[in-house]
């Protein structure tokens, strides 16, 4: 879908609050202008209270974003290249995991909520402003690689309540030795 002569185009999709990382995407961006000439339009999808304040911030940086609203996801599987998520308030981020499922690159914070998705070769996490810069020139002049079927699993349904199921799961060992602290005076620490 995002084969070379693919335009660039760039979004972030999400409820438009100062706390998913709205300003740090907008000083990013400006930095890339400012360092690396990457001169790029954002399209912001999304609502949410601050979304005007945002739109304002954008304009008095002089920042490319243009804030179109809600929209469903699925509507931008064919027409954007790059989702940049700076958000490190997730727990598991879906829009990371759409986005990659759709074949796109995504530039995203090193964060402990977005480890799992550093195994996908289409994620680009940063580390710093520099990195940031780097990522971002890497996606806008490269061909995000195809979802193989290995990783296409790990975005299922199916591998989620496998890890979920294994992740609450315990040895025999183990359940051995607490049932022996239970029968004995000794109690669990």
Excluded at 119 to 124: R, S
Aim: charged share 20%.
């Amino acid at each position: 879908v995002f084969g070379p002569s693919a335009e660039p185009s760039v979004y972030f999709i999400g409820k438009m609050l100062w706390s998913k990382g709205l300003g740090s995407l907008m000083e990013l961006i400006k930095y890339a202008e400012e360092s690396a000439s990457l001169g790029i339009k954002v399209d912001m999808y999304g609502g949410g209270p601050n979304k005007d304040e945002a739109s304002e911030k954008a304009n008095t940086l002089g920042v490319d974003m243009e804030f179109h609203g809600p929209v469903d996801h699925a509507a931008l599987g064919m027409s954007h290249k790059i989702f940049i998520n700076p958000s490190t308030s997730e727990v598991l981020c879906t829009t990371v995991a759409e986005a990659l499922a759709m074949g796109k690159f995504v530039i995203l914070p090193s964060h402990p909520s977005n480890d799992f998705f550093a195994q996908f070769p289409n994620c680009l996490p940063y580390s710093s402003k520099e990195e940031f810069v780097g990522n971002l020139y890497y996606a806008l002049t490269h061909s995000p690689e195809p979802l193989s079927k290995e990783y296409s699993y790990a975005l299922s349904w199916e591998a989620a309540t496998k890890r979920f199921e294994s992740s609450g799961c315990i040895t025999v060992a183990e359940a051995e030795a607490v049932e022996n602290a239970l029968s004995t005076d000794a109690g669990l620490e």
